[in-house]
C-alpha cells in the first residue's frame, strides 16, 4: 500500500539554525500538507500546497517557515532559523483530490528538537 | 480557540466491551468529520469518515455518529481490542477551500485484556 514517508524521523539542532524537513507524499496525490505536534498539544495545521504554489497557511506559518516540491517527488517545510518553540513532531500529508471520501494521508513524522 | 473539542483525555475499557470516543465541534462551517488513529512515533491514521449529510456511518468494528444540531460526534468500537489502543483524534473540515484538517487535542485509548 503507498505511504507517506518522511525523513529524518529525528532532527536535533541549535536554536538560529536552519533545517530542513522532507517528505515524499504518496505519488499520484495532488495536495500537500505540513502540520505540526507540539508535545501534549493537538495537531494544528501549518500550510497546504497545490500546484506547485502555497494554498492556505496559518497564523503558525510565519516568514521563518518556506515549502517548495522542488523535484516533483520531495516535498520540503524549512525553517530557517529555528527557535526552542519550533520542537514539536512535523507531519505531511498528501491527498489525492478534494472530493469529499478523499482523505488525508500523513506520514511517520519528524521530530524536530530545537536546543 | 478550540474549534474541535475532545474533553476526555483518556478512555480505559475492557476488552469485547464498547468503547465510546466524543468530540464536539463549533464551527458550522465544517461540513466533513473524520476519525484518526495515532500510536507511538507513528503519524495519525485515516479510521473513519462521516459528511455532515448523513447522521451514521459504519465500518466493521467502528461506527460514527453525527449529531448536527447538538455538533456532536461519537466513535463507537464494537468489541473493542487490545490493538485499539491508541490517542484518536477527531478532525473537521469545511467543504470549501483545501481541505485543511482542524484537530481536536485527542483520547488516549486503553483498551484492557
Known amino acids: 500500500e503507498p505511504e507517506v514517508t518522511q525523513t529524518p524521523s529525528h532532527q536535533v539542532t541549535q536554536m538560529g539554525q536552519e533545517v530542513i524537513l522532507r517528505c515524499v507524499p504518496i505519488?499520484?496525490?495532488?495536495?500537500f500538507y505540513w502540520y505540526r505536534q507540539i508535545l501534549g498539544q493537538k495537531v494544528e495545521f501549518l500550510v497546504s500546497?497545490?500546484?506547485?504554489?502555497?494554498?492556505?497557511k496559518s497564523e503558525i506559518f510565519d516568514d521563518q517557515f518556506s515549502v517548495e516540491r522542488p523535484d516533483g517527488s520531495n516535498f520540503t517545510l524549512k525553517i530557517r532559523s529555528t527557535k526552542l518553540e519550533d520542537s514539536a513532531m512535523y507531519f505531511c500529508a498528501s491527498r489525492l483530490g478534494l472530493a469529499g471520501a478523499d482523505e488525508q494521508f500523513f506520514g511517520p513524522g519528524t521530530r524536530l528538537t530545537v536546543l | 480557540d478550540q474549534q474541535v473539542k475532545q474533553n476526555s483525555p483518556s478512555l480505559s475499557v475492557q476488552e469485547g466491551r464498547i468503547s465510546i470516543l466524543n468530540c464536539d465541534y463549533t464551527n458550522s462551517m465544517f461540513d466533513y468529520f473524520l476519525w484518526y488513529k495515532k500510536y507511538p512515533a507513528e503519524g495519525p491514521t485515516f479510521l473513519i469518515s462521516?459528511?455532515?449529510?448523513?447522521d451514521k456511518n459504519e465500518d466493521g468494528r467502528f461506527t460514527v455518529f453525527l449529531n448536527k444540531s447538538a455538533k456532536h460526534l461519537s466513535l463507537h468500537i464494537v468489541p473493542s481490542q487490545p490493538g485499539d489502543s491508541a490517542v484518536y483524534f477527531c478532525?473537521?473540515?469545511?467543504?470549501?477551500?483545501?481541505?485543511?484538517?482542524?484537530f481536536g487535542k485527542g483520547t488516549m485509548l486503553l483498551v484492557s485484556p
Open positions: 462521516i459528511s455532515s449529510i448523513k
Open positions: 505519488s499520484n496525490h495532488l495536495y
Open positions: 500546497f497545490y500546484n506547485n504554489e502555497i494554498s492556505e
Open positions: 478532525a473537521a473540515r469545511p467543504s470549501s477551500g483545501y481541505s485543511t484538517l482542524t
